[in-house]
């Protein structure tokens, strides 16, 4: 069975940093590009973050550019994202995705996880 688990959400002030963790089973880890997707309050996902099979290659979008960091480490099957300068904007249920496509659309991706809750306020 596929198994995305995502954790390390919580409650934090804008400006502050958190690190979010996307452990996988059930598939060959390091077959699958992985992917960040949030979603707001009656918004639609967005994707914001892509990093392929070997972590050579990552991409971003412009929203969080420059702020976050994704990352992976194959031999523990997990995903990492770094996120610095929060926003309150970025206050959503985060999900972890995995695809081939290395895609940034929702289509892209075949598994997901069951999401963490990120709350960015004052």
């Known amino acids: 069975e596929v198994q995305l688990v995502e954790s390390g959400g919580g409650l934090v002030q804008p400006g502050g940093s958190l690190r979010l963790s996307c452990v996988a089973s059930?598939?060959?880890?390091?077959?699958?590009?992985m992917s960040w997707v949030r979603q707001a309050p009656e918004k639609g996902p967005e994707w914001f973050s892509t990093i392929n099979t070997s972590g050579g290659s990552t991409d971003y979008g412009d929203t969080v550019k420059g702020r976050f960091t994704i990352s992976r480490d194959n031999a523990k099957s997990t995903v990492y994202l770094e996120m610095n300068s929060l926003k309150l904007e970025a206050t959503a249920v985060y999900y972890c995705?995995?695809?081939?496509?290395?895609?940034?659309?929702?289509?892209?991706?075949?598994?997901w996880g069951q999401g963490t809750q990120v709350t960015v306020s004052s």
């Open positions: 995705a995995a695809g081939q496509l290395f895609g940034t659309q929702p289509k892209d991706f075949t598994s």
């Open positions: 059930g598939f060959t880890f390091g077959s699958y590009d």
